[in-house]
C-alpha cells in the first residue's frame, strides 16, 4: 500500500453512540493547551476531521475522538471530539468509550477493581472512574464539568410550531433544551429521522436569537445542540440530542444529561445526592447524580456525576492513497438531510 498518511484508529461505542478513538498516526496539533488544538482544527486546518469523519471512510452516525498529550499535569490523556460539523470540547459518551480504549489497550494500566483516568478535555478536567475485571472496563462513572442554567422557559419563535419553551444550559457544551411534547412527537426510534430534522431546524433558530459565552471560556459561545426531553418516571428522563447535519444521539447524552440537571436543580426539581436515569431513543440508559454545587462566574452550577458502559468492536487502520481523488471525503445530500450544506 502506498498511503500518503496512516491513523491507528480503536473502534469503541458507549450504550449504541460511536465514538471512534485515534491512538497514532496524527503528529503535533499546534496550541498550548486542549482548547487551542481543538481551536486549530476548528479555525485554521480541519483536513483531519474532514478526512475521518466524511464518506468514504467516515458516517454521520458516529465521532471521531482525537488523543493529544495532556496538558495538564495531573491528567492522563487529552482529548477532543470531531464531528460532521467541527470539533467539539466535550461529550460523556465519547469520554466513556475514551476510558474504555485507554485501559483496554493499555494506553493506561489497568487497576481491578477501578482504575481512575484524569481527562485533559477543552474545557477543563474530568475524573473518570472505571469499574474493571478480567481485563475489561465493565463501566465508566464520569465527574463532569460544573454545569449551569443560561435562561429558563425562555420562548423562541419557530416558523413550524409558533412559540415554545426552551431552557438554556451548558453541561460541557451549550444546549437548548425542548420538552417534545410541544413537538407533538415521542422520541424512539421510529421518530428519530423527524426529530433530527426538527432539532437542527431549533438549533439555528436558537443561536439566531439567543446569544451565550462561558464564562471562563469565552470562544465556547454557541449552541452545540438541542435535546428534546420527556420525563416518563418521578426519577427517569427519556432523552434525545440531535446533532448537525441531522441525526440523533444514539447514548442518552452525558453533556446534554448534566444540562438537563442542571435545568432541575434550578427548578428545586433535584438536590445533592439526586440520582437520575437518562434513557436514549433505543432503550440505553446512563446513571445521573448530582454530587454537589457550586459556581461558574457567578452562576449558580450543579457538578454531576455520569455512568454507562463502552464496548471496543474494531482495531484498524485508516489511510489515504496519493491517488484517491476522495482523500478529504465528501458529502452527499441523502444522508445529510436537511442539514446538507446549501451554496
Same mark, same amino acid.
Given at each position: $500500500?502506498?498511503w ?6 480503536v473502534?469503541?461505542h458507549?450504550e449504541g453512540e460511536i465514538g471512534k478513538?485515534i491512538?497514532?498516526?496524527?503528529g503535533?496539533?499546534p496550541?498550548d493547551?486542549?482548547l487551542?488544538k +481543538?481551536?486549530? !482544527?476548528?479555525?485554521?486546518?480541519d ?7 466524511? &464518506? ?7 465521532s /471521531? %475522538? ?6 495538564? @499535569?495531573? *491528567?492522563?490523556?487529552?482529548f477532543?471530539?470531531?464531528?460532521a460539523?467541527?470539533?467539539?470540547? +466535550?461529550s460523556g459518551? %465519547?469520554?466513556?468509550c475514551v476510558?474504555t480504549?485507554l ?5 493506561v494500566?489497568m487497576?481491578?477493581?477501578e482504575t ?6 477543552a ?5 473518570a472512574r472505571?469499574?474493571?475485571?478480567d ?6 462513572s464520569l465527574e463532569? $464539568?460544573?454545569? /449551569?442554567?443560561?435562561e429558563?422557559?425562555l &420562548?423562541i419563535?419557530t416558523?413550524?410550531f409558533g412559540?415554545i419553551?426552551v431552557?438554556i444550559a ?5 444546549y437548548?433544551?425542548v =420538552? ?5 412527537? =415521542?422520541i424512539?426510534?421510529e421518530? *428519530?429521522?423527524r426529530? #433530527?430534522d426538527?432539532?437542527v431546524?431549533f438549533a ?5 436569537q439567543?446569544?451565550v &459565552?462561558?464564562?471562563?471560556?469565552p470562544? !465556547? %459561545?454557541k449552541i452545540a445542540?438541542?435535546? /428534546?426531553?420527556?420525563?416518563? #418516571?418521578d =426519577?427517569?428522563y427519556?432523552?434525545c440530542?440531535?446533532?448537525v447535519?441531522?441525526?440523533?444521539d ?6 446534554g444529561?448534566?444540562a438537563n440537571?442542571?435545568?432541575? *436543580? *434550578?427548578r428545586?426539581l433535584?438536590?445533592?445526592g439526586s440520582r437520575?436515569?437518562?434513557?436514549s ?5 446512563f446513571?445521573?447524580e $448530582?454530587?454537589?454545587r457550586?459556581e !461558574?462566574?457567578?452562576r @449558580?452550577?450543579?457538578? @454531576?456525576?455520569i455512568?454507562g458502559?463502552?464496548?471496543?468492536f474494531?482495531v484498524?487502520q485508516?489511510?489515504?492513497d496519493?491517488? =484517491? @481523488?476522495f482523500?478529504?471525503g /465528501?458529502?452527499v445530500?441523502?444522508?445529510?438531510g436537511?442539514g446538507?450544506?446549501?451554496g
Amino acid at each position: $500500500m502506498r498511503w500518503k498518511k496512516t491513523l491507528q484508529v480503536v473502534g469503541v461505542h458507549a450504550e449504541g453512540e460511536i465514538g471512534k478513538v485515534i491512538t497514532g498516526g496524527v503528529g503535533k496539533i499546534p496550541g498550548d493547551t486542549v482548547l487551542d488544538k +481543538m481551536n486549530y !482544527i476548528n479555525e485554521v486546518d480541519d483536513s483531519l476531521r474532514r478526512l475521518c469523519v466524511f &464518506e468514504p471512510r467516515g458516517a454521520l452516525a458516529m465521532s /471521531f %475522538n482525537l488523543l493529544v498529550p495532556p496538558t495538564r @499535569p495531573e *491528567a492522563h490523556a487529552g482529548f477532543f471530539i470531531m464531528q460532521a460539523d467541527r470539533a467539539h470540547p +466535550m461529550s460523556g459518551s %465519547n469520554s466513556i468509550c475514551v476510558v474504555t480504549a485507554l485501559l483496554e489497550l493499555g494506553i493506561v494500566p489497568m487497576q481491578e477493581p477501578e482504575t481512575t483516568v484524569v481527562l485533559d478535555t477543552a474545557v477543563g478536567l474530568v475524573t473518570a472512574r472505571a469499574r474493571c475485571n478480567d481485563g475489561r472496563c465493565e463501566s465508566v462513572s464520569l465527574e463532569m $464539568m460544573p454545569a /449551569f442554567v443560561e435562561e429558563l422557559d425562555l &420562548e423562541i419563535e419557530t416558523p413550524d410550531f409558533g412559540k415554545i419553551k426552551v431552557d438554556i444550559a451548558f453541561g460541557g457544551v451549550y444546549y437548548a433544551l425542548v =420538552d417534545v411534547d410541544q413537538v407533538g412527537m =415521542d422520541i424512539n426510534a421510529e421518530n *428519530a429521522r423527524r426529530l #433530527a430534522d426538527l432539532g437542527v431546524k431549533f438549533a439555528d433558530i436558537v443561536n439566531e436569537q439567543v446569544k451565550v &459565552e462561558h464564562p471562563l471560556y469565552p470562544s !465556547i %459561545n454557541k449552541i452545540a445542540y438541542v435535546m /428534546f426531553r420527556n420525563r416518563v #418516571a418521578d =426519577d427517569v428522563y427519556q432523552t434525545c440530542t440531535t446533532l448537525v447535519p441531522g441525526r440523533i444521539d444514539r447514548s442518552p447524552c452525558g453533556t446534554g444529561s448534566s444540562a438537563n440537571l442542571a435545568t432541575l *436543580a *434550578a427548578r428545586g426539581l433535584a438536590d445533592v445526592g439526586s440520582r437520575l436515569v437518562s434513557r436514549s431513543a433505543i432503550g440505553s440508559e446512563f446513571k445521573v447524580e $448530582m454530587l454537589g454545587r457550586t459556581e !461558574i462566574g457567578g452562576r @449558580p452550577a450543579v457538578l @454531576p456525576r455520569i455512568e454507562g458502559r463502552g464496548w471496543v468492536f474494531s482495531v484498524e487502520q485508516l489511510g489515504v492513497d496519493p491517488t =484517491d @481523488p476522495f482523500g478529504t471525503g /465528501f458529502m452527499v445530500s441523502d444522508t445529510w438531510g436537511e442539514g446538507f450544506p446549501q451554496g
